[in-house]
């Protein structure tokens, strides 16, 4: 049972991680056309720092090995 919700919970995360890249992109493709409304720009600042907070939480584990 725990190897099934650590299977869960590592598939929800790159299911999380991949729909926040997809948006982001989309954000920006948005932004290139037009100027976006307030609530996409806010978007697209959180989930350009949570990406970068991503994959710095990442690295970290590599470096400090």
């Known amino acids: ?3 099934f919700a650590e299977i ?3 598939s929800s995360l790159a ?3 991949f729909s926040s ?3 982001l992109s989309d954000l ?3 932004k290139k056309q037009r100027s976006l409304t307030t609530f996409e720009f806010a978007m ?3 989930l350009a720092v949570a990406v970068i ?3 710095i939480s990442m690295l970290i584990p ?3 090995g």
């Open 1 to 3: 049972m725990v190897i």
């Open 8 to 10: 869960l919970r590592v």
């Open 15 to 17: 299911i999380l991680v």
């Open 21 to 23: 890249f997809m948006y």
């Open 28 to 30: 920006t493709i948005k």
């Open 44 to 46: 697209y600042i959180i």
């Open 53 to 55: 907070a991503f994959g």
């Open 62 to 64: 590599i470096i400090t």
